[in-house]
């Protein structure tokens, strides 16, 4: 593997694509890499939106605590 591949499948590694999807990016033409890297972003956020609800649930609580406190 020359070191430009190597790069590449570790910058896709290191936004949690899967190996399947790393070699299917790999294969696969211009508009199609678009394709699988929007999926990715998508994915990314979701998971993204997902912890930024449980810590504001934890803020919440937080505060819940502080108010009874004083």
């Known amino acids: 593997m020359e070191k430009e591949e190597t790069r590449l499948r570790q910058c896709l590694q290191d936004c949690d694509m899967t190996k399947d999807k790393i070699e299917e990016y790999v294969c696969c033409k211009d508009t199609d890499q678009l394709r699988l890297l929007h999926q990715q972003r998508k994915k ?5 939106h997902k912890a930024q609800h449980k810590v504001d649930v934890v803020d919440y609580m937080i505060h819940q605590v502080k108010e009874k406190e004083g």
């Open 44 to 48: 990314l956020m979701d998971k993204l």
